[in-house]
């Protein structure tokens, strides 16, 4: 995991 990937799960899950 990386930060590019933290950022996208984190749009991907707002919510989180």
Same mark, same amino acid.
């Given at each position: 995991?990386?930060?590019?990937? @933290?950022l @996208?799960?984190? #749009?991907a899950?707002? #919510?989180?």
């Open positions: 995991y990386g930060p590019v990937v @933290a @996208a799960l984190s #749009f899950n707002p #919510f989180v």
